[in-house]
């Protein structure tokens, strides 16, 4: 077992993180506070391993709250992380059907054969409904939340 450590710039050049990042996360108890050498910190080769971890847990979604809890979570008996990653999921789920709901929105904007959008039908509908309270998934018809949208060409991009 080597007695190597990290200075915050080693470990910042190792995880692509900026050390002051690292000094934040390190605040917000997301990592055990470093040895310090001299008043460095010095880390252990195993906090690249953690810091891999909480750039993966922030890419899928998780807010640097989320994972303190969840980190919480391995020391104590309360909170099973499986709960936060069922949260998570249902979370991501809402947005994909929220995005799924805009992107086809988007391409029945552009398909639709009115000249001026606000001759449309359909989005006179939609704006009405929000307007009326409606969400801005509940305000698009069914069938605009079931068939997926047409993916433009890339001649029709430009």
């Known amino acids: 077992m080597s007695d190597e450590q990290l200075t915050i710039g080693e470990l910042a ?4 993180v900026a050390a002051s990042a690292l000094r934040y996360w390190e605040q917000l108890c997301l990592f055990p506070a470093p040895t310090r050498v001299s008043g460095q910190r010095r880390y252990p080769p195993s906090a690249v391993a ?20 969840l980190i919480a979570s391995r020391s104590s008996a309360g909170v099973d992380w499986r709960d ?14 929220h ?11 552009l398909a639709c054969r009115h000249d001026d959008i606000h001759d449309c039908p359909s989005f006179v509908g939609v704006v009405t ?3 009326s309270g409606a969400s801005f998934v509940q305000a698009h018809p069914d069938h605009c ?14």
Not at 13 to 16: A, E, H, I, L
Not at 99 to 109: P, S
């Open 13 to 16: 050049g190792r995880t692509g």
């Open 99 to 109: 995005t799924q709901v805009a992107r086809t929105a988007i391409a029945h904007a």
């Open 145 to 158: 939340r079931r068939r997926s949208a047409p993916v433009l060409e890339s001649s029709e991009k430009s």
């Open 129 to 131: 409904a929000r307007l």
């Open 50 to 69: 953690v810091v891999g971890e909480i750039l993966l847990l922030r890419e899928v979604g998780f807010a640097l709250h989320d994972i303190q809890v």
């Open 84 to 97: 936060l990653y069922r949260r998570k999921l249902v979370e991501l789920d809402q947005r994909i059907a």
